[in-house]
């Protein structure tokens, strides 16, 4: 029998190192995607006893990593017949900024390469993997900061609501297309308690933004979500859920 695959990008840590967990335990193969290899291969060394990953470290704001990546996860592939059945795009970066003047280009940049550019060139890279392995799905990390404007928070903000733009394409263009298309979601995981998120409010307090002060009393009183818990749901939606229910939705926990 064929092993199914879930690649994971931003494997390293939180969210995604918290879904490679939850997706081996559910007898997934997973294919970790991040910038450190020493991340990845702790994510590797607390799967559950028995199951398979191995990690792709690479930088995918960058075309020729990008390349090597999808070239080197065909050529794991291949030889065992493995199908690549879930592409998960969880990397996220965007740093905060004192307001509109503060905002670096450069950062913008780079956030928009992470999360909108790489999603669409891995999803097309990969595609041939996914159409083979019908019917696969395509799950999406977004942010509800896309959708409410706030002081400082700009290129993380910009950049997820270009990503949610880009699930919008990519669900329609599917849909007109073959029936061996994956099918796409996006995922809103609200607020969830990660190095991420910790990292995030220690920058922000450094911009004086006011959304520190709401961030620090929901993470102390315990009213964001622990990435395990995210990551059940994720892997509840890519692997139970309906075509109805997944195909073109925006998914929460």
């Known amino acids: 029998m064929a092993t199914d695959v879930a690649v994971i990008t931003g494997a390293g840590s939180g969210i995604g190192a918290a879904l490679a967990v939850e997706l081996a335990d559910w007898g997934l193969s997973v294919a970790l995607i991040g910038r450190r290899r020493d991340a990845l291969e702790r994510t590797c060394a607390s799967l559950p006893e028995g199951a398979t990953g191995f990690v792709l470290p690479g930088d995918i704001a960058i075309r020729d990593d990008r390349q090597r990546l999808i070239t080197k996860l065909g050529e794991r592939l291949e030889p065992t017949g493995a199908r690549l059945r879930y592409l998960v795009h969880n990397a996220g970066v ?131 979500r622990s990435a395990e818990a995210v990551a059940r749901a994720m892997a509840e939606a890519l692997i139970d859920m309906s075509t109805e229910q997944f195909a073109g939705a925006v998914l929460r926990p």
Do not use: W
């Open 94 to 224: 965007g740093e905060p900024a004192t307001g509109i003047e503060g905002i670096d280009p450069d950062d913008l940049a780079q956030a928009l390469a992470v999360n909108v550019t790489a999603p669409l060139a891995l999803t097309q890279g990969l595609l041939p993997l996914l159409r083979a392995a019908y019917p696969s799905r395509v799950l999406m990390v977004g942010a509800g900061i896309a959708d409410r404007p706030q002081p400082g928070t700009g290129s993380y903000g910009i950049s997820k609501k270009a990503l949610a733009r880009l699930f919008e394409q990519l669900t329609m263009e599917f849909a007109r297309s073959a029936a061996s298309e994956p099918d796409v979601a996006l995922f809103q995981p609200g607020l969830v308690d990660t190095p991420g998120i910790r990292t995030h409010v220690e920058a922000a307090r450094r911009c004086g933004l006011p959304h520190v002060d709401y961030l620090d009393q929901a993470l102390a009183a315990g009213q964001s």
